[in-house]
């Protein structure tokens, strides 16, 4: 199984500003997703991040809100620019279980925004 | 567009009991779903998956269905205990994508000792 970890584990921040959120896998993944989780609702998938080309962003979900970096095939960062109080959410990241489908998730990052 | 709804936000039950946590799907024939566990301040961790052929698959105390008729999956905990109490998720791939997968809401269940 892979262990991931995500920093911060979770952040209070300002209307306008903006936090990166970094997920840290314990071995090489090609695919890495990037999720987000309302207060009491599901989990919605914001992106796909691959190595070495852009990331592929869902319906609803824009670069320049959610940029995402994918610098090696263990690291991805997810930017929530320009904050208001509705991106308070929890942050997760996710990879694929290799051969399989199922995907491991790290712990998320519980953001809220004033 | 796909669509996936679980039975109920909530369920209590009482331990030792079987828990049935309901999985429906409209707008689409997944080829998979899968069952996931969420506890408070964690990420969902994998539990179960069940292919389109597959009408039941067991593990431990779990037991999954999946009736592409009824375009349906049951979740069941049997001899239910209080560290079963979570959040229950089903999933199924994006159309087209093997990898990707669109959630449920999520069905919180709380075992009574």
């Known amino acids: 199984s892979a262990v991931i970890s995500q920093k911060p584990s979770r952040d209070i921040c300002q209307r306008g500003t903006s936090l990166t959120i970094q997920c840290q896998v314990d071995?090489?993944?090609?695919?890495m997703f990037w999720y987000r989780q309302q207060p009491g609702q599901s989990l919605t998938l914001i992106a796909t991040a691959n190595q070495g080309s852009e990331a592929t962003y869902e319906s609803g979900f824009v670069i320049d809100k959610f940029p995402i970096s994918r610098p090696n095939l263990t690291f991805s960062t997810l930017t929530v620019s320009n904050m208001s109080p509705e991106d308070s959410s929890i942050y997760l990241c996710?990879?694929?279980?290799?051969?399989?489908?199922?995907?491991?998730f790290g712990p998320g990052t519980r953001l809220t925004v004033l | 567009s796909q669509k996936i709804e679980q039975n109920s936000e909530a369920l209590n039950i009482q331990e030792g009991k079987t828990a049935t946590l309901t999985c429906n799907y409209t707008n689409y024939s997944p080829a998979y779903l899968q069952w996931y566990r969420q506890d408070p301040g964690r990420g969902p961790v994998f539990l179960l998956l069940?292919?389109?052929?597959?009408k039941e698959k067991r593990k431990e105390r779990l037991k999954v269905t999946f009736d592409t008729t009824l375009k349906q999956s049951l979740f069941h905990i049997t001899a239910s205990q209080p560290a079963d109490s979570a959040t229950y998720l089903c999933a199924f791939p994006f159309s087209g994508s093997a990898r990707q997968l669109t959630f449920g809401s999520g069905t919180q269940l709380t075992v009574l000792p």
């Open positions: 071995s090489q993944v090609t695919m």
């Open positions: 996710s990879v694929p279980r290799t051969g399989f489908n199922e995907q491991f």
């Open positions: 069940i292919r389109e052929n597959e």
